[in-house]
C-alpha cells in the first residue's frame, strides 16, 4: 500500500507539472488530444483496432499515441491520458489490450499500470478543476446528484463512472456510500430521463458555465443541450427541439459550428466528427471531400 501511495504522490506531481508547462489554466478542462498534439508534439491516431484499447509508441523517435476508434468518447480520452503517462514515465511502448470484463482501475498488480492509471485521472481531473466544475454551479459534491456528475463528467471529457471512481479513490471527495449511490445510476438512464427515449448514443448538457475555451465535441448522431437564447448556424449541427434545460442539438455532418447567446454574452464551438472516426486527430473535424 505504501508503494502505490508513494506512486500516486509521483502522478499527482508529475501531472500538475506538466498542466503548467503547457500553461493549462489551473481550473481549466482540456482536451486531451488537441493539447498533446499542439504543446508536447505528440501525435494522436484513432484506429479501429477491436482488440486495442491504446497503444504508445515511438516511431523514428517521434511520440505516437494510438487509440480504438470504436471505444466510447470518455474512454478514448482516458486512453490517452494513461498513454501519455508511458511516454511521460519512460516506459517505452506500450500495448495496452481490451479486456471487457476488466476494469480499468484493476490495475495494482502493475506499478507501471497503477502509476499511469494514477496520472490519467490528475491530469485531466485534478482536484481543483474538478472542486471548481462544482462550486461555480453552485453544486455542492458531498451531496450530489447523478445528474450533476454527468454534466461535469461532460465538461471535463471524460465518463461518468470513471469520474466518480477518480473522486472516490483518487480525490477522496467521495465516501464509498456516496459513489455507490452514484454508480447505480447509469449514464443511459441519466439520458433517458432527460430525453425520454433511450436510443440517443451519446448527449452532452451544455450550460452558461461551460468553459469556452473547449470546444464541445460531437460525432454524428449525437445530441447535446444548449442554454436557451442560443444562436445555431451551419450544417454541421442542426437544432431538433425545446428542452426544458435550453434547446436540443444534434451533430449531422463534420465540421465546426460556432454557438452564441443572443446577447453575445457566452459562446462555444461545437466540433463534429464521422462516428468511429479513423485517421489523425487533428483532422477529425474537417470535411473530407471524398467522404459521403
Known sequence: MKKQVLLAREALRKASALRRKAGVAKSAPICIYDLLEEQFGIEVKFQCIKSMEGMFILKDNRPIIVLCSERPPGRQAYTCAHEFGHYVFGHGSKVDKYLEDKPRTDSRSNPEEWLVDRFAGFFLMPKYVVEEAFKKRGWNWISCEPFQVYVIAGCLGVGYQTIIQHMRWSLQMLTADQANKLIRKTPKQIRESLLGTN??????????????????????????????????????VKVIGKHELGILVEGQAVGTERVCLNNMSWAANIRVSRKFYVGRSLFRHLEDPDHE
Do not use: C, M, T, Y
Not at 448538457?205 to 460525432?219: E, K, S, Y
Open 199 to 236: 436510443k440517443v448514443p451519446r448527449l452532452i448538457v451544455v450550460d452558461h458555465f461551460w468553459d469556452n475555451r473547449i470546444a464541445v465535441d460531437l460525432q454524428i448522431g449525437d445530441q447535446v443541450i444548449l442554454p436557451a437564447h442560443v444562436s445555431v448556424e451551419g450544417k454541421s
